[in-house]
């Protein structure tokens, strides 16, 4: 499955794409540019 979420740096966000992710989902997580995307990044 494809999955976007929007606000994915935010807490909720976040762990929403994490727990996605390890479910071997393909997640695309919208942030603001400013936001700090390094839990993100170690997620690929």
């Given at each position: 499955m494809n999955a976007v979420v929007f606000g994915g740096s935010g807490f909720i966000g976040s762990h929403?794409?994490?727990?996605?992710?390890?479910?071997?989902?393909?997640?695309?997580?919208?942030?603001?540019?400013?936001s700090d995307t390094a839990f993100l990044d170690r997620l690929g």
């Open positions: 929403t794409v994490e727990q996605l992710v390890l479910a071997g989902h393909e997640v695309t997580a919208a942030v603001r540019e400013q």
